[in-house]
T-cell receptor, first 115, second 111 residues
Framework: GAGVSQSPRYKVAKRGQDVALRCDPI?????LFWYQQALGQGPEFLTY????????KSGLPSDRFFAERPEGSVSTLKIQRTQQEDSAVYLC?????????????FGDGTRLSIL | GDSVTQMEGPVTLSEEAFLTINCTYT??????LFWYVQYPGEGLQLLLKATKADDKGSNKGFEATYRKETTSFHLEKGSVQVSDSAVYFCALDTNAGKSTFGDGTTLTVKP
C-alpha cells in the first residue's frame, strides 16, 4: 500500500526565498508530524497535528516556519525568508492515532538546500 | 526535557559478528521506546518497539529490552549480515506520539 509521500524530494532555494514542502500521510492516519534532520544528527521535532488541529508547534525554530493541515490529510510546511541554517532534510511522519505506543511511518524526506 | 543518548559510531563489524548498540534515555513519565533503521537511500522505518518496562522488542533477528532500572534500550543481534548495514536510531515517546531521537549510529558490516 502507499506510504507517506513527500514532495519535492530535493529543493534548492536562494536565501530569502519562501519554500513550501508537502506531505501526503497514509490514508486514515490521524496524527501527522514534521521533523528537521541536520546532517549526522537524529530528527528533531517541529510540529504535530491531530486531524486538522495543530496540537504542538513547540519545535518550530522561528516564526518564519509555518505548518498547516486544513482538511486533516495533506500537510504543508512553509518556510519564509529562508536562511542558510534552514538547510536540512525535512521529514514527515504519520501514525494511526496520537498515542505514545504507536510507531510513526516516515516519508523519504525533502532535502532542502539554501544557497 | 526528554533526551536519548546513543553509542557513537561508526561501527564496523565482520559478517556473523555480534552487535550491540547502546541507548540510554532520560524522560519524565513512562515512555515507549523504539529502534528505527535507515537503509542507504531510504527513509526511516520502524525496526522494533517496547512499550513498558521489561518488554522485549524483536524483529529480523534484532532484540532490545526495556530496562527501567538502567534507563536503557540496547539493540543486539547475534549474527550480523552485510544487508544490516544502515543507520540505527533509538527513540522515545512520552507525549502522544511526539518522538525524541538519538543522533544515530552508522553500522557497516563487511563480508
Amino acid at each position: 500500500g502507499a506510504g507517506v509521500s513527500q514532495s519535492p524530494r530535493y529543493k534548492v532555494a536562494k536565501r530569502g526565498q519562501d519554500v513550501a514542502l508537502r506531505c501526503d500521510p497514509i490514508s486514515g492516519h490521524v496524527s501527522l508530524f514534521w521533523y528537521q534532520q541536520a546532517l549526522g544528527q537524529g530528527p528533531e521535532f517541529l510540529t504535530y497535528f491531530q486531524n486538522e488541529a495543530q496540537l504542538d508547534k513547540s519545535g518550530l525554530p522561528s516564526d518564519r516556519f509555518f505548518a498547516e493541515r486544513p482538511e486533516g490529510s495533506v500537510s504543508t510546511l512553509k518556510i519564509q525568508r529562508t536562511q542558510q541554517e534552514d538547510s536540512a532534510v525535512y521529514l514527515c511522519a504519520s501514525s494511526l492515532a496520537g498515542r505514545s505506543n504507536q510507531p510513526q511511518h516516515f516519508g523519504d524526506g525533502t532535502r532542502l538546500s539554501i544557497l | 526535557g526528554d533526551s536519548v543518548t546513543q553509542m557513537e559510531g561508526p561501527v564496523t563489524l565482520s559478517e556473523e559478528a555480534f552487535l550491540t548498540i547502546n541507548c540510554t534515555y532520560t524522560a519524565t513519565g513512562y515512555p515507549s521506546l523504539f529502534w528505527y533503521v535507515q537503509y542507504p537511500g531510504e527513509g526511516l522505518q520502524l525496526l522494533l518497539k517496547a512499550t513498558k518496562a521489561d518488554d522485549k522488542g524483536s524483529n529480523k533477528g534484532f532484540e532490545a529490552t526495556y530496562r527501567k532500572e538502567t534507563t536503557s534500550f540496547h539493540l543486539e543481534k547475534g549474527s550480523v549480515q552485510v544487508s544490516d548495514s544502515a543507520v540505527y536510531f533509538c527513540a522515545l515517546d512520552t507525549n502522544a506520539g511526539k518522538s525524541t531521537f538519538g543522533d544515530g549510529t552508522t553500522l557497516t558490516v563487511k563480508p
